[in-house]
């Protein structure tokens, strides 16, 4: 009978059918677990001038290891957070170390910190940003959102207010992977960026013929026309930091000019820099 076979369907399919969503659903009950008791943490990697090699900026990229997982990327649990609703107080809870890190830094230079589209969606965004900066006393001119086109930013009304309200604020927002796969020039002309990310992928082809230099050439004219900074993200090599110099382009961030580090390796080279006020 029916009931029969259907109890006989579920045993047969369950194992392989959900063998992924089994996996995704251990993934977030670890995730949830971990920001619960704070145990992610956050690496920087220094954002750079492209002529003198001074730092401009940091970025702080969230970092994950799980008892029995072990390190897990965040190309992996982020999108899980997404899914879950966990990007929220995953979100809060980086920002919010981001900020106070800087101000234990007593950085002067922008602290660039990576949000969904979704937490910029969330009604409660702004206000959770405003918090952050009051707690730590940090300025929002020390403050960089870096925002990843997806699920049709320029389409939302409410991204679009959120993001003019922390304008208001005074905080930079700069667009992610511009020039990756789903980026849309329409976010760049629609909303309220300041500065945009080229994407890495743009570097992979180019050689030392400017033949292969083209489209970063074409995108960094419209990144000029529209007035706004640009930062050359996945600069590896040294022809590849060549070519961005040669093109004009001012920021670079790669694993040539400094690698994410933890922050006891960050302070350590801190220490050497100019990125930081002098104590007083
Ligand atoms: P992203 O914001 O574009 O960050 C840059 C990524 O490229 C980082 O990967 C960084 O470690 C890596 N990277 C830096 N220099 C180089 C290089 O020279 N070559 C190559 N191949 N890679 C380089 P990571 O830390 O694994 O983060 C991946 C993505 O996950 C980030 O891309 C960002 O979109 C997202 N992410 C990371 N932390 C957070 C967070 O706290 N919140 C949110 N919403 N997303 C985050
Ligand atoms: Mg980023
Ligand atoms: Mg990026
Ligand atoms: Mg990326």
Same mark, same amino acid.
């Given at each position: 009978?029916?009931?029969?076979?259907?109890?006989?369907?579920?045993?047969?399919?369950?194992?392989?059918?959900?063998?992924?969503?089994?996996?995704?659903?251990?993934?977030?009950? #670890? =995730? /949830?677990?971990?920001?619960?008791?704070?145990? @992610?943490?956050?690496?920087?990697?220094? !954002?750079?001038? %492209?002529? *003198?090699?001074?730092?401009?900026?940091?970025?702080?990229?969230?970092?994950?290891?799980?008892?029995?997982?072990?390190?897990?990327?965040?190309?992996?649990?982020?999108?899980?957070?997404?899914?879950?609703?966990?990007?929220?107080?995953?979100?809060?809870?980086?920002?919010?170390?981001?900020?106070?890190?800087?101000?234990?830094?007593?950085?002067?230079?922008?602290?660039?910190?990576?949000?969904?589209?979704?937490?910029?969606?969330?009604?409660?965004?702004?206000?959770?940003?405003?918090?952050?900066?009051?707690?730590?006393?940090?300025?929002?001119?020390?403050?960089?959102?870096?925002?990843?086109?997806?699920?049709?930013?320029?389409?939302?009304?409410?991204?679009?207010?959120?993001?003019? #309200? =922390? /304008?208001?604020?005074?905080?930079?927002?700069? @667009?992610?992977?511009?020039?990756?796969? !789903?980026?849309? %020039?329409? *976010?760049?002309?629609?909303?309220?960026?300041?500065?945009?990310?080229?994407?890495?992928?743009?570097?992979?082809?180019?050689?030392?013929?400017?033949?292969?230099?083209?489209?970063?050439?074409?995108?960094?004219?419209?990144?000029?026309?529209?007035?706004?900074?640009?930062?050359?993200?996945?600069?590896?090599?040294?022809?590849?930091?060549?070519?961005?110099?040669?093109?004009?382009?001012?920021?670079?961030?790669?694993?040539?000019?400094?690698?994410?580090?933890?922050?006891?390796?960050?302070?350590?080279?801190?220490?050497?820099?100019?990125?930081?006020?002098?104590?007083?």
């Amino acid at each position: 009978d029916i009931k029969k076979a259907g109890k006989h369907a579920v045993c047969f399919y369950e194992p392989i059918m959900n063998a992924e969503a089994q996996a995704r659903l251990q993934t977030e009950t #670890r =995730l /949830r677990a971990a920001i619960m008791r704070q145990t @992610l943490t956050v690496h920087y990697q220094p !954002q750079v001038d %492209v002529i *003198s090699g001074h730092w401009l900026g940091l970025e702080a990229l969230a970092r994950w290891t799980d008892a029995d997982l072990g390190v897990v990327s965040p190309d992996e649990f982020i999108p899980v957070a997404e899914e879950t609703g966990l990007i929220m107080p995953l979100g809060a809870w980086v920002l919010n170390e981001a900020c106070r890190q800087a101000a234990a830094w007593t950085l002067r230079v922008p602290m660039a910190v990576n949000v969904s589209p979704l937490q910029i969606v969330h009604p409660e965004f702004v206000d959770i940003v405003a918090q952050a900066l009051d707690r730590y006393g940090m300025s929002p001119q020390l403050l960089k959102l870096e925002v990843t086109e997806r699920l049709g930013l320029h389409e939302s009304v409410l991204a679009a207010e959120s993001m003019g #309200r =922390l /304008r208001s604020l005074g905080v930079t927002l700069s @667009l992610d992977d511009f020039g990756a796969g !789903q980026s849309a %020039v329409a *976010s760049l002309l629609e909303l309220a960026f300041q500065e945009v990310k080229l994407d890495r992928s743009l570097l992979a082809n180019v050689t030392d013929d400017p033949a292969s230099w083209q489209v970063l050439g074409a995108l960094l004219a419209l990144a000029r026309g529209l007035n706004l900074s640009v930062v050359m993200e996945g600069v590896e090599t040294p022809l590849q930091l060549h070519v961005v110099r040669t093109l004009g382009c001012t920021v670079a961030q790669g694993y040539l000019t400094g690698c994410p580090s933890p922050p006891t390796e960050m302070a350590q080279l801190l220490a050497f820099g100019s990125a930081t006020r002098p104590a007083n």
